[in-house]
């Protein structure tokens, strides 16, 4: 009996192996065909990409590209926003150090002149800058910042690189008060320098004009005279130009300041040697 079982089991496993081996084959050949077939299929869908799915990609990706520029755009805005802004202080700075050099380079020329217009009569006492100037309504005067701190005392002669400005009638300790030789109140010596010619001067009413208050002989100058101090008061020293003659009348005349009486700045206080 137990012969009988084992042959019919043997014919059982005959066909199940077989069967497995058929079955093995085709899952070969289809793992074969298959592998193929991935590769084509790979390869068309790669192609279609790149004629699908890359336009599109660069579509949804060009807002993203466009905000990107955008952003690098407005960067650089703000950084040419700042490198201006660093530029107007340049510029600025650059403009106050011009102001400055041209402010010095006024004030050199003023002392040079004011130098080679001193006259070798004179003792210079001190260079000061006119800090106040009243507004003329009742009488022209000036402030100076020198005083007796630097032996500045009434009654000496005020000039600058033009001429007689007027005398000092007021000191204290850093500053002087100076009148003007075109205020009506003042009163200057002069002669002309054609035929020394003297007469006194004063100032008019509006400031404009030098008028002649006394003229020695009744001796009139031409229009065109040069007048200078004549040294004759102990405040003025003498041969400082002063004013030249415009206008001549029967018993008088008028004369045009050199000094340039609205734009003050520095003067020089000095006194007869």
Do not use: C
Request: no cysteine; aromatic share 10%.
């Amino acid at each position: 009996m137990n012969k009988k079982f084992k042959s019919n089991s043997s014919v059982k496993r005959k066909p199940y192996s077989n069967f497995l081996i058929t079955f093995l084959f085709l899952l070969t050949f289809i793992f074969i065909l298959f592998n193929k077939t991935d590769y084509f299929v790979a390869n068309k869908f790669k192609s279609l990409s790149l004629d699908f799915v890359n336009p599109l990609t660069t579509y949804i990706s060009a807002p993203f590209s466009i905000i990107n520029d955008i952003g690098k755009r407005i960067s650089n805005i703000q950084n040419l926003e700042k490198n201006n802004l660093k530029l107007k202080e340049e510029i600025i700075r650059l403009k106050k150090w011009q102001t400055l050099a041209i402010k010095n380079s006024r004030e050199n020329r003023v002392f040079k002149k004011l130098l080679d217009s001193t006259s070798h009569q004179v003792d210079i006492i001190k260079t000061a800058s006119v800090i106040n100037q009243s507004p003329g309504l009742y009488s022209r005067l000036i402030t100076i910042n020198a005083g007796l701190n630097f032996n500045v005392e009434e009654d000496l002669a005020i000039i600058n690189e033009k001429g007689l400005v007027g005398k000092t009638i007021f000191s204290s300790k850093n500053n002087a008060r100076v009148l003007l030789i075109n205020d009506p109140s003042s009163s200057v010596p002069v002669k002309t320098l054609s035929d020394n010619s003297y007469s006194i001067i004063s100032g008019t009413n509006n400031g404009h004009y030098l008028k002649s208050s006394f003229t020695k002989n009744n001796k009139l100058p031409n229009v065109g005279d040069l007048l200078v101090t004549s040294g004759n008061a102990k405040i003025f020293p003498r041969d400082i130009l002063v004013a030249r003659v415009v206008i001549v009348n029967d018993d008088h005349y008028l004369a045009l300041p050199y000094v340039d009486f609205n734009n003050l700045n520095y003067v020089q206080i000095v006194k007869s040697k």
